[in-house]
């Protein structure tokens, strides 16, 4: 700031004068930055809290798909972001707000205190359809301070299939129904024709009106703890104390950066398919590190394909946010930690879609770009990366009628194995490195849905071996117990499994099969997608079945401690036969 106005904040801060230009300017003690930056991050985890205990639908309220975060007013770039939401979010809600501002500014229009815009756009916005965002301008004494943003999984808006993982898409118009920004409160009053439009696209609308009041509820919150923040310590001072952020950043990752050896590094990687041509697509990057710079070049990555793997140039960049943070971990999360970042990604690509090019399984195709991130970074140096994780999140949706006619739509994600690490084996069943969102329990499927789990166990020797062993899948099988439903599921890395790093061996791969019952003859289908597949006709009875894969390992087989191969047999992780075959050197295990 030029000035400081509040003489309230004056006593935390010291002043000194730029003796070239005559500015007094603030700087903030160490104590009181600390103090600001828990106190910012706790009105966006206030606002995560909120929405997750007030969501209808599981995936918000049981998985917590959903962010919150702090906005800058004219660029829309990240200022603060929650703990407890989604890190993809990250990148992705700051074009989301940038949308929003370049929307409202296109059309002549101007923000008024309390507007709040709602839309779903991947494309500006990023991610995918199902991602319901909200944006509410917030001013102070008349002035756009910032902007609160929120976004959350909505459990199905419409399209072709029910919860929206289409697998056969050519167009988005087939994934659901596309709703560009516009006002949901104008100047504070809410529009109930648009609340009736967003429920009316739904499969579940009663599940999208109270996830969207959750929303509003949790941006009504953040707008009072910001006042309440404000005006305790002064906006000028709250404003510096997020420049100073994000300088912070910054000044981290350059360090960090300049940490790793000057040169270019390769990675490629591959997707199954797209859904509807069976061939393989490649994610490629060349990591180039000058200095405190880095740039991370997919030019050499295929272009954009006809099913819905594609992603938005802004989903692509929250992806190398996301991965650079598996990275350095002590980067701050905002948008100062991207500015020694040069992304180069050509018009075209697969990595930068265009509307209307399908893009419902985006999450696939970004775990192949953090892959990419770690395994270039790996060649840079093998001890700040990691192995691949499982790389799928083999999204599934069955939906059906209830006895009163009514319509269910149970959608969920599975997990696995993570990759290994310089320091330990790779978390077993865990969520994909996107995110921090949790797989919901099975109690809570099983008492909203009328199917039953049979089994959901971790998957022997689905890790990858190595010094430290990658983490272990899952083996899932689901028994339909309505009298039929349609299943549709949307996977990958069913032929190209997660690799290991500096030495480490590869996880194994995917594997999804269901039932198909015709004249009472029960059969197992394996989907010619390999892990996606449309409109599995269930009957009471039939069950699905997902073996996903484990993590990449880390370093060299032969490196294992053999009490660590003893514990892994003893305990199930490894069969004595897979112990044998990858750890031949060391003594047979107990």
């Known amino acids: 700031p030029d000035s400081i106005r509040s003489t309230r904040s004056w006593p935390r801060c010291a002043t000194f004068v730029d003796r070239e230009s005559s500015i007094v300017t603030a700087a903030l003690d160490p104590v009181t930055l600390a103090v600001l930056a828990g106190r910012l991050s706790q009105v966006a985890d206030e606002m995560d809290a909120t929405l997750f205990r007030s969501a209808f639908n599981p995936i918000i309220a049981e998985a917590h798909d959903a962010s919150h975060g702090l906005y800058a007013a004219t660029t829309g770039d990240t200022l603060v972001q929650g703990s407890s939401g989604l890190p993809v979010f990250v990148g992705s809600m700051a074009g989301a707000v940038k949308l929003v501002i370049d929307t409202v500014g296109g059309r002549g229009d101007h923000f008024v205190d309390g507007d709040v815009f709602v839309f779903n756009d991947p494309y500006g916005g990023g991610t995918h359809l199902n991602d319901m965002k909200l944006v509410r301008p917030y001013f102070r004494n008349g002035n756009l301070w910032c902007h609160l943003a929120s976004v959350g999984h909505f459990t199905d808006v419409g399209g072709a299939v029910p919860g929206n993982y289409n697998p056969a898409a050519t167009e988005t118009h087939q994934e659901g129904v596309l ?11 809410l529009r109930t024709d648009i609340v009736d439009i967003i429920c009316s696209i739904s499969r579940t609308p009663v599940s999208a ?43 981290l990752m350059r360090a960090n950066i300049s940490e790793l050896p000057d040169g270019t590094y390769s990675a490629d990687d591959w997707l199954d398919n797209d859904g509807s041509v069976d061939t393989p697509i490649r994610i490629a990057l060349d990591l180039t590190i000058a200095g405190d710079h880095l740039t991370l070049d997919f030019t050499r990555t295929d272009s954009a394909v006809q099913g819905p793997v594609n992603i938005s140039r802004s989903t692509a960049v929250a992806a190398c946010y996301v991965g650079l943070k598996h990275i350095f971990r002590d980067v701050p999360a905002n948008g100062g930690c991207l500015r020694p970042v040069t992304i180069d990604i050509p018009a075209g690509s697969l990595l930068a ?46 939906a059906g009628r209830r006895i009163d006619d009514s319509r269910w739509v149970m959608f969920t994600f599975y997990g696995g194995g993570l990759g290994a690490s310089p320091e330990s084996d790779g978390l077993n069943h865990g969520n994909a490195p996107l995110s921090t969102a949790t797989i919901p329990p099975i109690e809570i499927l099983e008492s909203q849905y009328p199917v039953r789990f049979t089994r959901w166990e971790l998957r022997t020797d689905s890790g990858g071996a190595g010094r ?73 009875g039939d069950r699905i079945r997902i073996d ?12 294992r401690d053999p009490d660590a191969i003893a514990r892994d047999v003893r305990l199930g992780y490894v069969s004595v036969e897979a112990a044998e075959r990858d750890y031949p050197e060391q003594a047979a295990p107990a």
């Open 548 to 559: 996903s894969p484990g993590g990449g390992g880390y370093g060299d087989p032969a490196d």
């Open 179 to 189: 709703i560009p920004p516009v006002r949901l409160r104008a100047a504070g009053e």
């Open 209 to 251: 009106y109270g996830d969207l009041n959750g929303q509003l509820n949790a941006l009504d919150l953040g707008a009072t703890r910001l006042d309440a923040l404000l005006d305790e310590y002064g906006d000028d001072v709250v404003a510096a104390a997020l420049d100073e952020l994000s300088d912070r950043a910054e000044a």
């Open 353 to 398: 879609a265009e509307h209307p090019r399908p893009v419902a399984g985006y999450t696939e195709t970004i775990l192949r770009v953090m892959d990419c991130i770690f395994r270039a970074v790996a060649e840079a140096d093998p001890t700040v990366s990691n192995g691949c994780s499982y790389g799928t999140i083999n999204a599934l949706s069955i």
């Open 468 to 540: 430290h062993r990658g983490g272990l899948g899952a083996s899932y099988e689901i028994e339909l117990l309505a009298d039929r439903a349609d299943a549709f599921g949307f996977g990958d890395r069913s032929h190209f499994a997660p690799q290991g790093v500096a030495g480490g061996g590869e996880a194994a791969l995917n594997v999804i099969a269901y039932d198909s019952t015709t004249d009472g003859r029960q059969v197992e289908v394996t989907p010619p997608m390999a892990s996606k597949f449309m409109d599995a006709k269930l009957v009471t």
